[in-house]
T-cell receptor, first 116, second 116 residues
Framework: SQQGEEDPQALSIQEGENATMNCSYK?????LQWYRQNSGRGLVHLIL?????REKHSGRLRVTLDTSKKSSSLLITASRAADTASYFC????????????????FGQGTILTVHP | GAVVSQHPSWVICKSGTSVKIECRSL??????MFWYRQFPKQSLMLMAT?????????EQGVEKDKFLINHASLTLSTLTVTSAHPEDSSFYIC????????????FGPGTRLTVT
């Protein structure tokens, strides 16, 4: 079954507005990562949050992680037209000891469109 | 730093032929590389994990005799799609992990395969 489920599937906003994307997962994780993909291109790593962290910031990005609810959110503040892309969460699963398996399982992604 | 390239960026081939896709880490050594496929407007699905000098580990449902993976050096992994069929048409993306850094993956730009 799909480990990462994201919502919304698509999000359309105006430049300057904030964009929030959510990701839910089913099993224990070592860490959760967010990636961005421009149409037809490879993935760019945005941010990694470990299972013992609750919030992380990077520039205009803010990621939260709630392991009790098995969910994460990505907030992009003051969005720009250049932020238009697909955003994926990816979970790095943990074994019984909490150690990472070292491979990622991707969610379905959110297509973000920022209108100038 | 941490640049991953793929070659070719796109390829069209006829049914029944084989196609080789290269994944190179340009400025670092990658003990582990991953191969994903992505259908239009869908997420990335991990196909296999490739470790330098050993056999690849394939995910459930991926035919190892059809998708041959070779990781002959610390900077190169290849994926060969053998006896390609139209249903193999997809976007193939590789990623590489720097030796000693378990969590970070760096993605190539992808290869668009079209089988006619």
């Amino acid at each position: 079954s799909q480990q990462g489920e994201e919502d919304p599937q698509a999000l359309s906003i105006q430049e300057g507005e904030n964009a929030t994307m959510n990701c839910s997962y089913k099993t224990s994780i070592n860490n959760l990562q967010w990636y961005r993909q421009n149409s037809g291109r490879g993935l760019v790593h945005l941010i990694l949050i470990r299972s013992n962290e609750r919030e992380k910031h990077s520039g205009r990005l803010r990621v939260t992680l709630d392991t009790s609810k098995k969910s994460s959110s990505l907030l992009i503040t003051a969005s720009r037209a250049a932020d238009t892309a697909s955003y994926f969460c990816a979970t790095d699963l943990a074994n019984a000891g909490g150690t990472s398996y070292g491979k990622l399982t991707f969610g379905q992604g959110t297509i973000l469109t920022v209108h100038p | 730093g941490a640049v991953v390239s793929q070659h070719p960026s796109w390829v069209i081939c006829k049914s029944g032929t084989s196609v080789k896709i290269e994944c190179r880490s340009l400025d670092f050594q990658a003990t582990t590389m991953f191969w994903y496929r992505q259908f239009p407007k869908q997420s990335l699905m991990l196909m296999a994990t490739s470790n330098e000098g050993s056999k690849a580990t394939y995910e459930q449902g991926v035919e190892k005799d059809k998708f041959l993976i070779n990781h002959a050096s610390l900077t190169l992994s290849t994926l060969t799609v053998t006896s390609a069929h139209p249903e193999d048409s997809s976007f193939y993306i590789c990623s590489a992990r720097i030796a000693g850094r378990r969590y970070e993956q760096y993605f190539g730009p992808g290869t668009r395969l079209t089988v006619t």
